[in-house]
């Protein structure tokens, strides 16, 4: 199974590569303290060192993180005074539903409709996809103008992650 196109030593290449030439308590062992000596080792996918691409991310993600954080909080306070202070109104009921039906949904799916309504998908197109996507390396807008998608992305994106919390 899954030799059909491999010889012999392209198989035992890739079993050296991935450690499947040792048993599997001695990959275990190799691994445990290879994480105890904080060696995430190199990535299969970019041929990094893991710790050099999470320095290269941890400043987005602090970013959105504490943003995201902010817009949770300067939505979710003054929305429960205005609760507290129109108890037993439509306002309060409504309110109330909203949150019971915002319970039982999974927190991906409110940011997945956020994000395909608002980026060119069923019925809105306010952030093009393609400008400042990593594939096309932001190929369709030209100079400058390449940065301009970045901060309605990020609004977007910290919208999308307080909205599901």
Known sequence: M?????DAKQLADLKALYGF?????????????????FDLGTSFRQNKDV???????????ISLGLWTFLVSYLVSIPLGIAKAMRE??????LTTLGAALRLRDPGLRPRRAAD???????FLDWFPCAASSPTTGGALLAGADRRLPVAPRAAL???AIAASR
Request: a positive charge; hydrophobic letters at 35%.
């Open 21 to 37: 030439d040792k048993p599997a308590l001695e990959r275990y062992v190799d691994m445990v303290a290879s994480f105890a000596r």
């Open 88 to 93: 037993g109104s439509r306002f309060d009921t």
């Open 157 to 159: 994106t910290c919208f």
């Open 2 to 6: 899954g030799r059909r196109d491999l």
């Open 116 to 122: 395909r309504a608002v980026r060119g998908g069923t």
């Open 51 to 61: 710790w050099q691409l999470i320095k290269e991310k941890l400043p987005v993600s």
